[in-house]
T-cell receptor
Framework: KNQVEQSPQSLIILEGKNCTLQ??????????LRWYKQDTGRGPVSLTI?????NTKSNGRYTATLDADTKQSSLHITASQLSDSASYIC????????????FGKGTSLLVTP | DTGVSQDPRHKITKRGQNVTFRCDPISEHNRLYWYRQTLGQGPEFLTYFQNEAQLEKSRLLSDRFSAERPKGSFSTLEIQRTEQGDSAMYLC?????????????FGPGTRLTVT
């Protein structure tokens, strides 16, 4: 069973609208949680990294939240742009095992004009 | 460009052939990782190097797969006797023990198609 589950699997929104992507994880003990953006045919690019003590982090129009108690994270995208169309992957690292990342399957986001 | 580079970007090969991919990490990054990503899935960890030492290998890395990082700089991933199930995107990432230790920077990937 995947230790990182993301929802929805795919999402279509109109340009300018906001959206929120969800990530639930069971990885333990927890070290950090990352959100990556992956354009089709390209490698993932880091958006945010949060440790246990951080419950929110922003990167421009992207805001990630973390609830380590419920083991949930969300990525909120504000005022979406066509260039936001990509796969968004939630990645959780286990304590003392930082090199073996646990990846979710990603949420495929399509922003339409 | 000072990012992670991978070569080739695309490789089409016939089943049974051997293939080799190269990854050049960001300069001075001592840690290098290989991942495999199939369509619609997130990347899966394959192996990890710290300098020239291969410190971890996933069970996904069968005996047909071998990775090297001979001088602690670039790395190669070789797949022998390729199978159709090997078709995937092979991603390389690197990180530094300085600055942001958690940050892994990914290359653009090598897409392998086994026919």
């Amino acid at each position: 069973k995947n230790q990182v589950e993301q929802s929805p699997q795919s999402l279509i929104i109109l340009e300018g609208k906001n959206c929120t992507l969800q990530c639930n994880y069971t990885v333990s003990p927890f070290s950090n949680l990352r959100w990556y953006k992956q354009d089709t045919g390209r490698g993932p690019v880091s958006l945010t990294i949060m440790t246990f003590s951080e419950n929110t982090k922003s990167n421009g129009r992207y805001t990630a939240t973390l609830d380590a108690d419920t083991k949930q994270s969300s990525l909120h995208i504000t005022a979406s742009q066509l260039s936001d169309s990509a796969s968004y992957i939630c990645v959780v690292s286990r304590l003392n095992s930082g090199y073996a990342l646990n990846f979710g399957k990603g949420t495929s986001l399509l922003v339409t004009p | 460009d000072t990012g992670v580079s991978q070569d080739p970007r695309h490789k089409i090969t016939k089943r049974g052939q051997n293939v080799t991919f190269r990854c050049d990490p960001i300069s001075e990054h001592n840690r290098l990782y290989w991942y495999r990503q199939t369509l619609g899935q997130g990347p899966e960890f394959l192996t990890y190097f710290q300098n020239e030492a291969q410190l971890e290998k996933s069970r996904l890395l069968s005996d047909r797969f071998s990775a090297e990082r001979p001088k602690g700089s670039f790395s190669t991933l070789e797949i022998q006797r390729t199978e159709q199930g090997d078709s995937a995107m092979y991603l390389c990432a690197s990180s530094s023990k300085q600055g942001k230790p958690y940050e892994q920077y990914f290359g653009p990937g090598t897409r392998l198609t086994v026919t």
